[in-house]
């Protein structure tokens, strides 16, 4: 998959664009990689009782405690298989470190900054939220994940509450 | 920023915030000199270490404040509060600059020449001669003392002198300091000193060393007892290097904070300068090491290894040793937090015009600094509202008998795992009718909520979000920022804020706070899969449930009750509050637990299945997505690694103590004052749907009657019985009593000015004799609340709510005439909320009122009544004090034949509530002729 930009050798390395690629549902997305933390599996969630619908509940990560977002209620699809763990992004908000859950993590991949195109307009709009725009692979579409209005808005929809 | 710089702002701030309090008690004791030597000292430090540094504007103005507070220490001027303002200017000028450096590292632009003129000018006075900046000085002035030299003393210029010339023996060295030779030993040796302009030879001590070992000498109690304040001005001369010289000015710095706390003798600590954060990162660490020590322990619990067993023992002791450790080095004097207070207090006199004492006991209080940075500003403000709005004008005390100084006491102390601080004034107290008017005015209450709370339940008002009392908004207070962000700060930190208040006698405020943040021992609870922390703290007992306990959980009208030691508590199920799992039956086949809790000062008690252990844990806080949710407090990491949440107990109780009415509190809180004036009633239980029993004081009772069925009649879409050649109503007694075909159906009957009304009950069940002591009250209209009676929880009807439905749509009595007002006392909650709506449905205007607090209260309102309604003890009371002594008493009591008429107007029977609108309508007509 790493060789599939082959258009783009003039093109320095400021302009490129690397994404980890994650799996959410049946779609492929991609998270910059300088806004996640690390990658890890997520183990023994605490679920939290009355805690917003996207939270999926506490985790410990060497001794900090991170909450666990799953991507699959913000996005609005069915929860995962209950023997499916998922994957976590971390990405650190403010003191915080959020666990961002996707179904999968993939590889990183290197995109033209200039190839990202927007999302059209007919999408979604909760969806097109979360999402920077779009970039044509060879097979499917990667879209560009907006990784703190993935998680942002649940801070928000909290404090709007 | 600079090293130097920084560490110069940190030690001057400290230094200007002693100078700003040793001012202010300065002002109050010109006499002092040793404050004004103290004063002074750290003034002048400040000057020199401004000047080495290269801050013109800072020195410039700490100089002129300087020459001012020399002219006092001189006598050429005598200490005045305009002259004390300005040297306060000066010193507020210096923290601006600071500050300004802070924030650059620049001294800003600008310059002071207008302060500096008046400082100056000041200090010119009217004394000739006063035109030389530093004042003549006696003959033997030490210039590196900065006072005379005492009798036998050598100055330490003629000391270096001596000592440089004498080129001493080698061996000879220690001998200058003989005093404090082991300081001596560090000293170095074969350094370069710029004041010789030469090495130094073999056994010679350089001059800056030198005065670094006088200095400590000076310090040392045992050899200096007379020179606590020890000043040392300028022995920065200007040859030293800068470095050298801002050392030695650190140096004398730190020795002025030392020299600052002896007032009753110095006191000298060894102490180091550790950053906050390398605190902080040690208590995370070491709060880590807890948790791992924790994780291990339970491990080690199910295994039978006694080798490992001894050595974990120890490591748990040696580490608990650690943790109080650390947790001592996070300890602060509360009176770090009060520092700023007396000079908040004499600028509040000042400004205003008043005089205040402000009284400060218990600084010494130690606590987590985490927690003391945290109360600061909460307590800032109680401080100066007390200032503010407590305290009278001079003149209004002095019309109310009380001494023009106003007082404002600031006292802490340890108790249990808390310190408590409190903050009282002897000012007017709270205005309870303010309040109250506010409180409705902004929807927080209504009138019929008001007028059945008590004082106390008003004050408490004011902590009420949005709720500021100041009638005018002052440069002080009352900037829309109230006592509800007190009560906020506070709370959000585990502690409780409450006020009590008297009229006219000034208001006290008690803060309740834990002693630390970090660690806190918690109970884990299970609650279906789940578990949850709940901090000890707030446990107050736990009690075991069904099963062969002797404790049940029982249904109150679909709310959950329990009985503990004859008191009805609020029951919440975890699982309810949460939404986890199956909400735990009341049936006695499975065992439960309930976790007793404080929520804000009243027992609440929470249903969970399994209580697991206790354990310490680090409180970390809630994530920004979860705190909204008011059940959780904050998160923690169990021994085992697992992530739990920690339950609010104020939180949980949200969910039904606002629902329960504060009356609960009243009552309580009436029935310990009172307790002999408690008096047991007679009462009619009787079933009126449903199980429980409910309960109908039989004195209001006329009559039990049964009727057929056939007997009832429908007119108007009224159920009546034609009875006594009258038609009588009939009500039910709640909407499930059922009317069974062929049954006779028990009515109670009661009469009242020849009309009567029947409720229509299920059963009648019993009489019993029993003290009633409403625990908790009820919205529900019939229902004035819930007692235990023979041991079950039974609702008691609210009788006069029925009369009034059954008169519904009747001519009103005396809507004509003026409806007249009527003061009813009695301690007795109970007996109050039975009396006051009979009164009121026989036309007259009741004011309900507890205790004596409240009546003094309701006189000094200026409220006029017709007549006094209440218990014997209580009319006397009011009696004695002479407050409306023309009325009319009528006491109202189960035993009139045992009753001292003195001073009573007449003595009626309880049960006899014709008699006593009878007589009530007698003697409030004679009063209207009369």
């Known amino acids: 998959m790493s060789t599939?930009?082959?258009?783009?050798?003039?093109?320095?390395?400021?302009?490129?664009?690397?994404?980890?690629?994650?799996?959410?549902?049946?779609?492929?997305?991609?998270a910059p990689v300088d806004q996640i933390r690390e990658v890890f599996a997520p183990q023994s969630v605490t679920h939290v009782p009355r805690a917003p619908d996207e939270v999926a509940g506490l985790l410990n990560l060497r001794g900090r405690i991170v909450t666990a977002i799953d991507a699959r209620r913000?996005?609005?699809?069915?929860?995962?298989?209950?023997?499916?763990?998922?994957?976590?992004?971390?990405?650190?908000?403010?003191?915080?470190?959020?666990?961002l859950i996707v179904d999968s993590v993939g590889e990183v991949l290197r995109r033209p900054r200039s190839e990202l195109e927007p999302v059209p307009a007919h999408v979604d709009a909760n969806w097109r939220s979360m999402v920077k725009g779009v970039h044509r692979l060879e097979k499917e579409l990667l879209a560009v994940l907006d990784v703190s209005a993935v998680i942002g808005t649940v801070a928000r929809k909290n404090e709007a509450a | 920023m600079d090293d130097l710089i920084s560490e110069f702002l940190t030690e001057t701030a400290e230094s200007l915030d002693v100078i700003d309090a040793e001012l202010v008690r300065f002002e109050n004791n010109p006499e002092d000199r040793a404050i004004l030597d103290n004063i002074f000292r750290l003034l002048h430090t400040v000057k020199g270490t401004c000047g080495f540094l290269g801050l013109p504007r800072l020195e410039a103005v700490a100089h002129a404040g300087e020459t001012l507070l020399?002219?006092?220490?001189?006598?050429?001027?005598?200490?005045?509060?305009?002259?004390?303002?300005?040297?306060?200017?000066?010193?507020?000028?210096?923290?601006?600059?600071?500050?300004?450096?802070?924030?650059?590292g620049q001294e800003p632009e600008g310059e002071d020449s207008a302060l500096i003129g008046r400082l100056e000018d000041a200090s010119m006075g009217k004394l000739e001669g006063a035109e030389q900046a530093v004042p003549e000085k006696p003959e033997n002035w030490d210039e590196d003392l900065g006072r005379e030299l005492r009798p036998g003393e050598v100055s330490l210029a003629d000391l270096e002198a001596a000592f440089n010339n004498a080129e001493v023996d080698p061996g000879m060295a220690p001998e200058p300091v003989a005093e404090e030779p082991a300081e001596v030993q560090h000293l170095g040796v074969g350094d370069f000193d710029p004041e010789l302009g030469r090495e130094l030879r073999p056994g010679e001590v350089s001059a800056a060393e030198l005065e670094a070992a006088f200095m400590n000498a000076e310090a040392d109690p045992a050899v200096a007892p007379a020179a606590p304040a020890a000043p040392k001005a300028d022995f920065i001369t200007a040859d030293m290097s800068q470095e050298e010289a801002l050392q030695s000015a650190m140096?004398?710095?730190?020795?002025?904070?030392?020299?600052?706390?002896?007032?009753?003798?110095?006191?000298?600590?060894?102490?180091?300068?550790?950053?906050?954060?390398?605190?902080?990162?040690?208590?995370?660490?070491?709060?880590?090491l807890?948790?791992?020590?924790?994780?291990?322990?339970?491990?080690?619990?199910?295994?039978?290894?006694?080798?490992?067993?001894?050595?974990?023992?120890?490591?748990?002791?040696?580490?608990?040793?650690?943790?109080?450790?650390?947790?001592?080095?996070?300890?602060?004097?509360?009176?770090?937090a009060w520092r700023k207070l007396p000079r908040i207090i004499r600028d509040v006199s000042t400004d205003l015009g008043k005089k205040i004492e402000l009284v400060m006991e218990g600084q010494d209080t130690e606590l987590d600094r985490q927690v003391l940075e945290l109360i600061k500003d909460p307590l800032?403000?109680?401080?100066?509202?007390?200032?503010?709005?407590?305290?009278?004008?001079?003149?209004?005390?002095?019309a109310a008998g009380k001494p023009e100084k106003g007082t404002i006491k600031l006292s802490a102390y340890h108790e249990g795992g808390h310190i408590i601080i409190a903050i009282s004034d002897d000012g007017k107290g709270l205005d309870t009718q303010r309040i109250g008017e506010k409180a409705l005015e902004k929807g927080l209450t209504t009138h019929d909520e008001l007028e059945r709370m008590t004082e106390a339940q008003i004050h408490r008002f004011i902590f009420a979000p949005g709720f500021s009392t100041a009638a005018k908004v002052t440069n002080l207070s009352g900037r829309g920022v109230g006592m509800d962000v007190v009560r906020t700060n506070i709370e959000q930190i585990g502690g409780v804020v409450d006020v009590s208040s008297t009229a006219g006698r000034g208001s006290h405020f008690s803060i309740k706070i834990p002693l630390t943040l970090a660690i806190v021992s918690a109970l884990i609870v299970g609650c279906d899969e789940e578990r949850f922390a709940i901090p000890q703290l707030s446990v107050r007992e736990l009690v075991r449930v069904g099963?062969?306990?002797?404790?049940?959980?029982?249904?109150?009208?679909?709310?959950?009750?329990?009985?503990?030691?004859?008191?009805?508590?609020?029951?919440?199920?975890?699982?309810?509050?949460?939404?986890?799992?199956?909400?735990?039956?009341?049936?006695?086949?499975?065992?439960a637990f309930v976790v007793v809790l404080d929520a804000g000062g009243r027992n609440v008690g929470l249903v969970v299945d399994n209580v697991l252990d206790t354990e310490e844990i680090v409180v970390k806080p809630l994530s920004e997505s979860l705190r909204n949710v008011q059940a959780y407090s904050g998160a923690t990491i169990l021994g085992d690694g697992s992530v739990i949440m920690i339950l609010d107990p104020n939180g949980l109780a949200g969910e039904i103590v606002s629902a329960m009415d504060e009356e609960t509190a009243a009552t309580s809180q009436s029935a310990t004052v009172t307790e002999l004036d408690q008096q047991t009633q007679r009462l009619l239980l009787v079933r009126a749907g449903g199980e429980e029993p409910k309960a109908v004081p039989l004195a209001l009772v006329t009559r039990l009657e049964e009727f057929d069925l056939s007997a009832l009649e429908n007119t108007n879409g009224r159920r009546v019985v034609q009875y006594r050649g009258r038609l009588m109503p009939i009500v039910p007694l709640g909407a499930e009593v059922t009317e069974r075909e062929g049954q006779r159906q028990p009515v109670l009957v009661f009469a009242e000015n020849h009309t009567s009304i029947g409720l229509a009950v299920d059963e009648i069940v019993d009489v019993v004799e029993e003290r009633v002591d409403l625990q908790m009250s009820s919205d529900r209209q019939g229902v004035i609340g819930s007692a235990i009676i023979k041991g079950k929880a039974t609702d008691v009807v609210d009788i006069a709510w029925y009369l009034d439905q059954s008169r519904a749509g009747e001519i009103q009595r005396r809507s004509a005439s003026r409806r007249r007002k009527v003061l009813l006392v009695d301690a007795d909650a109970f007996a109050r909320r039975m009396i006051a709506p009979l009164l009121a449905a026989a036309g007259y205007d009741v004011t309900p009122s507890g205790g004596m607090h409240e009546v003094k209260a309701i006189a000094e309102a200026g409220e006029h009544f017709d007549a006094l309604v209440g218990d014997p003890g209580a009319l006397d009371r009011i009696r004695k004090e002479g407050l409306w002594a023309d009325l009319p008493a009528?006491?109202?009591?189960?035993?009139?034949?045992?009753?001292?008429?003195?001073?009573?107007?007449?003595?009626?029977?309880r049960s006899d509530r014709g008699a006593l609108i009878a007589a009530l309508d007698e003697v409030s007509q004679e009063e209207k002729v009369a």
Do not use: C
């Not at chain 1, 069915?78 to 499916?84: D, F, G, M």
């Not at chain 2, 080798?307 to 996070?330: I, N």
């Open chain 1, 74 to 99: 913000r996005m609005g699809l069915p929860p995962r298989e209950k023997t499916e763990t998922g994957m976590a992004l971390g990405v650190e908000r403010g003191n915080e470190i959020f666990g």
């Open chain 2, 290 to 336: 807890v948790l791992t020590r924790n994780q291990l322990m339970q491990t080690i619990r199910g295994l039978e290894d006694d080798e490992l067993k001894g050595p974990l023992q120890r490591l748990s002791a040696v580490t608990g040793e650690l943790q109080d450790g650390v947790m001592k080095t996070r300890m602060q004097p509360i009176g770090d």
């Open chain 1, 4 to 30: 599939q930009h082959t258009a783009s050798n003039e093109l320095s390395a400021e302009a490129m664009n690397e994404y980890v690629s994650v799996r959410i549902g049946d779609q492929l997305f991609g």
């Open chain 2, 380 to 398: 800032t403000h109680m401080v100066r509202n007390s200032a503010d709005h407590g305290l009278e004008m001079p003149a209004d005390r002095a």
């Open chain 2, 547 to 591: 099963a062969g306990s002797e404790h049940s959980v029982e249904n109150l009208h679909g709310a959950q009750v329990m009985r503990l030691r004859d008191r009805l508590m609020p029951i919440i199920d975890l699982h309810n509050v949460l939404g986890v799992g199956e909400a735990k039956q009341t049936s006695d086949e499975q065992a």
């Open chain 2, 890 to 909: 009528l006491a109202v009591t189960d035993w009139p034949e045992d009753t001292q008429a003195e001073g009573l107007t007449m003595v009626l029977p």
């Open chain 2, 70 to 104: 020399g002219k006092f220490r001189d006598g050429e001027l005598k200490v005045s509060p305009p002259m004390v303002t300005l040297v306060l200017q000066a010193i507020d000028q210096i923290k601006e600059l600071l500050e300004s450096l802070e924030a650059t």
């Open chain 2, 251 to 288: 140096a004398e710095l730190k020795g002025g904070a030392d020299a600052n706390h002896g007032e009753g003798g110095p006191r000298v600590q060894q102490t180091v300068r550790v950053g906050v954060d390398v605190l902080e990162s040690l208590m995370t660490t070491v709060s880590e």
